[in-house]
């Protein structure tokens, strides 16, 4: 088993493993945000034992990228459920809410079905506050795991991009990526990145001529970056951010 150095920017900490978790629950907007996102992240913690599953809220039926097939949904949760068998996730959860319009579902009923997702999770992972895109249903979606975190006292880690990076692929892209602060950053893990490759290859539909996919993961190169939300050592009291089902 391939060993994963992290480093916290407090000079006096170094971790040699993932933050330890039994199972973990990964919040997310639409299929591929599990594998162009999170998937080095998850295939990890997986790597190490952990159960991991996904809960995913949209089809992702508004994104045409690369799409000439069946329609679009269908295509998008047949993606989602091979790339899941690649980065070893043991469950899926894919809602059918509308993309491109989380924000207007009222964030309790968001809630309550990462609730009733949630047992026996003792992690919940997210994107960065800021989506970071920038899109309102990643904003959205992050939201709702952390207000559950606070309801349930469960510890909240979110995938972030350093400024460097975020600010290089904006600058070259005009994209709007939201970086991090070095000190807003907890936790750097050197990661694999072929399975997170391979899950991508899976996401035909939205990988396929995805230039700023293909440098956002040349300029991370083997590194992925983590933030606390809400912390484990005193979850019940760090806020949600403000803002604010199929099985496999």
């Known amino acids: ?27 997310v907007a639409h299929p591929d945000d599990e594998s162009f ?30 799409q000439t097939g069946p329609p679009l949904a269908e295509a998008r949760a047949a993606e989602l459920r091979s790339a899941a068998d690649v980065l070893g996730i043991d469950e899926v ?20 079905l990462v609730a009733d997702a949630l047992a026996p999770a ?15 249903d990643h904003r959205r979606a992050t939201e709702a795991a952390c207000a559950v975190g606070a309801a349930h006292r469960i510890p909240v880690l979110a995938w972030a991009l350093p400024d460097q990076v975020a600010g290089q ?40 001529h995805n230039p700023v ?10 590194r992925e970056h983590l933030r606390w939300l809400i912390h484990p050592r005193d979850p019940a009291d760090r806020p949600p951010p403000e803002g604010q089902r199929t099985r496999r």
Do not use: W
């Open 122 to 136: 003792d992690l919940l992972l997210v994107f960065d506050q800021g989506g970071i895109t920038g899109h309102p």
């Open 37 to 66: 996102g999170l998937g080095a992240v998850l295939a990890a913690f997986a790597d190490h034992g952990a159960r991991v599953r996904v809960v995913c809220f949209t089809h992702g039926e508004a994104s045409t990228l690369g």
């Open 169 to 208: 692929l904006n600058a070259e892209l005009g994209t709007g990526f939201v970086g991090r602060a070095p000190d807003q950053i907890d936790i750097t893990i050197d990661i694999d990145r072929d399975r997170q490759h391979d899950a991508i290859a899976c996401h035909a539909s939205q990988s396929t």
């Open 93 to 112: 959860e894919l809602l059918a809410y509308a993309d491109g319009c989380l924000g207007e579902v009222p964030l309790e009923e968001l809630t309550a």
């Open 1 to 27: 088993m391939k060993t994963l150095l992290i480093h916290d920017p407090a000079p006096d900490r170094t971790y040699e493993k993932l933050p330890g978790a039994a199972d973990v629950l990964a919040v």
């Open 213 to 222: 996919l293909g440098r956002r993961l040349e300029l991370s190169g083997a």
